[in-house]
């Protein structure tokens, strides 16, 4: 609009108002486009030539920078790991550190330690969270679909009443009652994933929507007509969107209404953004075979950079959860012991003056906390590169919660009955 104004109202040459409003843009890449559009003009190139070469540009651009993002992530992910293996053994180490000094002093530097841990463990979260840009699956519309809404009110309950478990078990087995308060979150956020994995069936359906709607309209047939020819095709689960779609408009029902529906039916960000221009191109008259064919080959990179970086996600939680359990189940091993040196220290102080008092309800605090926060931190971080959907960070939650306060449990009960078993015979 500014350069409109300056164009029809303050007679300014084309090429210099488009350097005038470039200098004020605050976005560095808008104010480098006008800049080459300033000189596109004054050399007399077309200028559907100019936006095809900066749309090509862009396009290469936009994917060799996601590669070296994915790379980054990769190496990223490396690092994280390495500091996440090394916190057990350094929380292990000034426990038994505290045997040979004091406990009192140990642990309270233990549970800053691990603050200070958990603390750079964000940091990469927001390190990688920067590096992967993951997408949001589910879109952004102010329309929802009911099914949609039920899940999120399902996710606010889960989170409402998972403390309740805790409340109930947690004071008696604070370890069984961690467990079943990240069960609501598990199941929640395991029935929002199988709806984001039918979002994403209908993303793989699209483009083959879009291609015959397109070759169909490019002949100048009737939207209406090419709807119609596309229920008699298999798309999945776009089939009921498609035949409602056909339906409203067989009806008279606004166009853009229509469309609106669809979109908001589908639940999908891709789609409802890459549909949003397809059908603006459509009312407007422009060339829809030409733009069709650009926005599914916008399309294929870009779900293929999102395959390429669900390969990232797959290998961090192929590490990271097997981590966690092997850590939890270290720490179950190490509260027996303490457990059972405790024991130990109480027979022997009915024989002996000397006492050795171990707070082993502190220590199994401390292994709680550190089961905790570290199934946050890990479910951050997992969240932070994979971004789907708020369901996934309470299905992280909830399974680390779980798998990790069952393994300590089971672990440290079958520990103690095996140490205490070699002690009485």
Known sequence: MKIKVLVEGWRYEH????????????????????????????????????????????????????????????????????ILSSTTFIC?????????????????????????????????????????????ILAKGKIKPPKRKILTLISIASVSTSFLPYLLIGFNQPFYGIAFSGLPLLVAGFIGKRYVAKVKRCEEFYPSFLRQIASICATKVPIKTALKDALNINYGPLNNPIRRLYNKLSFRINSSVAWESFEAEVDSELIRRVNGIFVDVLHRGGNIDEISKM?????????????????VVSYLTGIVTPLHVAMCGVMGVVGSFFTLLSAFASIAAVASPITLKLPTEFISIYFLLIIVVFSINNAVTLYSIEGDSRFTLLFYIGLLLVSGSLIYSLTSQATSNYLFSMITS
């Open 92 to 136: 292990l180490v000034i426990l038994m550190l505290g045997l040979l000094y004091s406990l009192e002093t140990m642990l309270p530097l233990a549970v800053l330690v691990t603050v200070t841990i958990s603390v750079a463990l964000l940091m990469f979260s927001w390190i990688m969270f920067s590096a992967a840009r993951p997408d949001e």
């Open 15 to 82: 090429a210099t108002a488009c350097e005038v409003v470039g200098k004020e843009s605050p976005s560095k890449i808008f104010r480098e486009f006008l800049s080459r559009m300033a000189r596109s003009i004054r050399s007399g190139e077309p200028f559907e030539l100019f936006m095809s070469r900066e749309y090509t540009n862009f396009v290469a651009a936009y994917s060799e920078n996601m590669e070296r993002m994915m790379n980054k992530l990769k190496q990223l992910c490396d690092a994280y790991v390495s």
């Open 295 to 311: 926005l599914e080959s916008l399309y294929f990179i870009y779900t293929t950079i999102r395959r390429k970086r669900y390969q």
